[in-house]
């Protein structure tokens, strides 16, 4: 009894601890705000010519609409896009963007997003990975 009685303690702990982890991760902020669930895109190891798309995937924390004003790639072969209508408080969003997997080799790109997020409004996303030609075999 004593056993059950302490797994159930356990068990309401870890719970409890989980979800304020969760809150405390996508705190609110007054204004616009914007969390990504990952700043970084690992695509690995690609074969060349593979698709190239990946998205990264955010949520407004504020209390007012946010609004993305631009999306800029490092360079031409990193092409971003984002959502043209603000994006409601507590709503999801999608940055989309597509590397030219055309150019063999490893690679590291930045896409800067801008926008009026309260305290950052500049955000530097980053995609990194490694194109293999179309004669080398992927590593496993």
Request: a positive charge; hydrophobic letters at 40%; charged letters at 15%.
């Amino acid at each position: 009894m004593k056993k059950i009685i302490l797994l159930v303690m356990f068990t309401v702990l870890s719970v409890a601890t989980s979800n304020a982890q969760a809150k405390a991760k996508t705190a609110k902020v007054d204004g616009a705000g914007m969390v990504f669930v990952n700043e970084v895109i690992d695509y690995g190891t690609i074969a060349q010519n593979a698709d190239g798309k990946r998205e990264f995937v955010f949520t407004n924390n504020g209390n007012k609409p946010l609004i993305i004003t631009n999306t800029q790639g490092s360079c031409g072969c990193t092409v971003p896009t984002s959502p043209k209508e603000p994006i409601a408080p507590g709503g999801k969003g999608i940055i989309g963007v597509k590397y030219a997997t055309d150019r063999v080799g490893a690679f590291t790109k930045t896409v800067t997003v801008t926008s009026n997020a309260a305290g950052q409004p500049t955000k530097i996303l980053t995609i990194k990975g490694t194109v293999l030609a179309a004669n080398e075999a992927p590593k496993s």
